[in-house]
């Protein structure tokens, strides 16, 4: 009997650990890449990071694998649930829905205001404001 209730409590903290971990992955800065650095054959080191010009635009889809396949699948299609399905999400809301929806939730769906930043959130909308 004792066996029996020690597994049976080892189930449950390993099934909430899962449940938690699920939908805690949000990553509060986006996930931001070091840049890295190569020396190519002429000698002179070259940043494999994009020109400060397109580094000052978050990289949108970056942001959403970060931030959103958790509860939105890896492809976006809601993993069977209508509501989260994202795959063409544009033809639903407008971008300054979508920039409404993520930034304050709703819905069942958390608030990403203290997890991203306002051109982040700009940035994923955009992009996802054109899937129709």
Not at 31 to 45: D, I
Not at 94 to 102: A, G, L, N, Y
Request: a positive charge; proline letters at 4%; aromatic letters at 4%.
């Amino acid at each position: 009997m004792r066996k029996s209730w020690r597994y049976a409590a080892i189930a449950a903290v390993a099934a909430a650990s899962l449940a938690l971990s699920a939908c805690g992955d949000q990553k509060e800065s986006g996930g931001a890449e070091k840049p890295t650095t190569t020396a190519p054959s002429g000698g002179t080191a070259q940043s494999s990071t994009p020109p400060a010009s397109s580094a000052a635009t978050p990289n949108a889809e970056a942001l959403v694998k970060a931030n959103c396949i958790s509860c939105h699948g890896d492809t976006l299609d809601g993993k069977g649930s209508e509501k989260k399905n994202l795959t063409k999400v544009g033809s639903r809301l407008s971008k300054e829905q979508i920039v409404t929806q993520i930034t304050n939730g709703g819905g069942g769906m958390g608030a990403f205001k203290d997890k991203l930043k306002a051109d982040e959130i700009e940035a994923i909308a955009v992009w996802l404001a054109a899937k129709k």
